[in-house]
């Protein structure tokens, strides 16, 4: 139900702010520069440009969501939360002899998360004590309880009362109204209801918020950021599992350039090299890396060299397949062309294969560094001392989710550096890519 | 015997099916140092496959090539070649490029230095030395192409429709150049292209090639190319010659270009 109604609200907001910004700013869906002068926009996909303003409303609309459906401190409008407080309901307790009497129950319902919160002297707040209520007249005695929020409790009325419930007395009415066993009946605070036993039991109502365990609030995931970096997890800093999975991933991926690019040349170059390493590459290429990861540490175990080993497979027969179709790029007229102003195979290779194919090679590399920070993080999930990917699993065995959260944003913006980085350098290495 | 012969020159080109293609016929050519042979012919005339066989990226079925009494065994800098578009190192710079042929030879800095920018000017390029060539326009390309083929000081210097990517008016304008540098450099050119009007101004002999096999039909020794020298191109247009010589090639074209839609025809 909570996806359908996260779904809901994000069309919404699609729709609707796509509404409101094309209503109120007109100036700025006016086209600028040339497009301005075509009649025909629709259809015509060179004349689509990312519009900015949607960005930013797309990312404010997630945060928005993220808060709105968490119990986050930040005063934006939320979705109902969970109840919280006090709460008190009479219950009656009748005899076999058909005498009764009243008496109340009073919860206490605290956050679930307390005990992850810390108070104003700096020292973990505990879980609180039942409040204390008076035992009242009768043979029913007032209780008193505790329950965390999205809890439920079972509540022993008899404990204090002067029956028991192996008498034959039995609870059947609640706030007056009678009740029997199985049954549930509704308050404004959550459910209360009767076990098949007849033993009260009381849920608090839970909103529409999801508790901690499955979504910190964004606040919440902050301040894990800035307590990891400041004391690290598990033995080692923020920074250093960073370091670990990047040093695998750019260690993996340049023993795959520096042993993949020649082999791909060479396949590209002869006959015999293209049909040695073309049944190996043909049938490799499809296996994913993630189905080696078992083989890896069967024969490497789970220390550094498996991982290395791993990710050096994982770029391997990427980085041949696009120095072999590097080679194949290079137009017919160009290698003539330097045949024919002297050159020798030597200089044939170096001079014209290995410049043209550039291109080609860093396309290939932007997949295999792709495809290595997503093995490295797999990896370290299955067996790792240190690492984002281990970072991630050990928190979640913990059910740390804010830790678990920290870990999949940083993920998500190294790779995006990566990959940002390796398009700064194919820029600037092969100005003439998509030029020609 | 200085010059180029080509000597009875045959080229088969086996298909998977077990059948061949006989791309070229019997070709035989003499070519005095210091010619400018054009030579035309419908599609699939082999007239690029006798380029390739000259410059020596294919050894031909029968016959040889010789040059200056040399056999042709495969590709040297004293073939020079130049290609239609593409054919530049776009990772090199104009003077990179030009200077490709004297650096593969071992030259020295100094001298190919100079080397280029004496081609550099002759070919109007000096302002351009620094550039990548992939922000010259179509017609400064091909200028830097036969710079770059120029630097090797070959003997022969092999045209594949080097032109026949460009507008009409920058084509004019290179027409000229490539006649002003036969002329100042002497080398001998084989000059291939698809243009009956380019054939004709620029070859001191044209070459009328047939198709089905690939072989040659007619032969034309032509006075334009020697007027056109240092000359406006329009003026040569006007000679007497010119149009009757143009329409009786162009009519020789366009029936071999019939018969082969025939034959095609009664296939089907």
């Known amino acids: 139900m909570t996806s359908l109604l996260v779904l809901f609200l994000y069309a919404t907001a699609f729709f609707g702010t796509y509404f409101i910004a094309s209503r109120f700013l007109q100036s700025y869906f006016q086209r600028k520069g040339f497009n301005k002068l075509k009649t025909v926009t629709f259809g015509d996909e060179s004349a689509v440009t ?107 009325v008899w404990s204090n009362d002067e029956v028991a419930k192996a008498d034959g007395s039995a609870v059947t009415a609640i706030n007056g109204q009678p009740i029997s066993p199985g049954q549930k009946m509704q308050i404004p605070e959550g459910e209360i209801g009767l076990t098949n036993k007849g033993t009260p039991t009381f849920a608090p109502y839970t909103g529409l918020r999801m508790a901690r365990l499955y979504l910190p609030a964004p606040e919440i995931v902050w301040q894990r950021f800035v307590t990891l970096i400041a004391d690290g997890y598990q033995g080692f800093t923020l ?89 194949s790029g290079v137009a017919i007229s160009k290698v003539h062309a330097a045949y024919s102003l002297g050159a020798s195979k030597w ?66 913006i190294i790779g995006f550096l990566i990959d940002v980085g390796m398009r700064a350098l194919e820029k600037w290495l092969v100005p003439w890519k998509g030029r020609i | 015997m200085v010059g180029l012969l080509v000597d009875n020159v045959s080229m088969h080109f086996n298909l998977p099916n077990g059948g061949y293609i006989q791309a070229l016929k019997n070709v035989t050519l003499d070519i005095k140092s210091g010619e400018l042979m054009s030579v035309l012919g419908p599609s699939g005339c082999g007239k690029t496959t006798l380029l390739n066989i000259v410059a020596g990226f294919l050894a031909p079925t029968e016959g040889q090539v010789n040059l200056n009494d040399v056999r042709v065994t495969g590709p040297s800098p004293e073939r020079g070649m130049v290609f239609q578009q593409g054919a530049l190192f776009e990772w090199m710079s104009v003077r990179d490029n030009v200077s490709f042929g004297p650096d593969m030879k071992g030259m020295s800095r100094k001298e190919s230095a100079e080397k280029v920018e004496h081609l550099l000017d002759i070919v109007g390029l000096q302002d351009f030395k620094e550039k990548a060539v992939y922000e010259l326009s179509g017609g400064m390309q091909q200028r830097v192409a036969l710079a770059r083929c120029l630097a090797n000081d070959p003997d022969v210097i092999l045209m594949d429709e080097p032109l026949g990517a460009l507008d009409a008016l920058t084509r004019e304008k290179m027409q000229s150049l490539v006649l002003d540098l036969w002329k100042d450099t002497k080398k001998t050119i084989i000059l291939i292209t698809h243009s009956v009007e380019e054939a004709l101004l620029l070859g001191e002999r044209l070459l009328v090639m047939a198709p089905r096999p690939g072989r040659v039909h007619k032969e034309y020794r032509l006075p334009f190319a020697d007027l056109g020298v240092g000359k406006d191109l329009r003026e040569v247009k006007k000679h007497e010659d010119y149009a009757s010589t143009r329409e009786e090639i162009l009519a020789m074209i366009w029936n071999m270009e019939e018969e082969i839609m025939g034959r095609a025809e009664e296939v089907a």
Request: charged content about 15%; some cysteine.
């Open chain 1, 50 to 156: 990312a519009n900015r303003i949607a960005s930013i409303i797309s990312i404010v609309t997630v945060f928005w969501l993220w808060i709105a459906f968490t119990n986050s401190a930040l005063p934006l409008p939320k979705l109902p939360g969970p109840f919280q407080g006090e709460i008190e309901f009479t219950y009656t307790v009748t005899l076999n002899d058909g005498t009764s009497d009243d008496a109340t129950v009073t919860i206490l319902v605290y956050p679930e998360d307390i005990q992850q919160t810390v108070g104003a002297q700096g020292i973990p707040n505990r879980a609180p004590d039942a409040p204390s209520r008076g035992l009242g007249e009768g043979f029913a005695k007032n209780d008193t309880t505790t329950v965390a929020r999205y809890g439920f409790k079972v509540i022993d």
């Open chain 1, 239 to 327: 920074w250093e599992h960073t370091y670990y999975s990047l040093y695998r991933v750019i260690f993996g991926f340049l023993l795959g350039a520096i042993v993949g690019i020649p082999i791909g040349y060479a396949m590209g170059l002869t006959n015999w090299s293209r049909g040695w390493f073309d049944p190996i590459v043909e049938f490799m290429r499809p296996v994913p890396p993630l189905a080696l990861i078992p083989l890896i540490i069967i024969w490497f175990g789970i220390d550094e060299t498996g991982k290395i080993v791993l990710l050096f497979l994982a770029a391997l027969w990427i980085m041949i397949i696009a120095a072999r179709s590097g080679v």
């Open chain 1, 347 to 412: 200089q044939i290779l170096s001079r014209v294969i290995v410049p043209n194919s550039l291109p080609e090679i860093f396309t290939g590399a932007r997949v295999a560094m792709g495809v290595c920070w997503g093995t490295v993080v797999a990896a370290e999930l299955v067996a790792a001392e240190v690492g984002l990917g281990k970072m991630i699993v050990a928190a979640s065995k913990f059910q740390l989710t804010d830790i678990v959260i920290v870990g999949i944003i940083l993920i998500g």
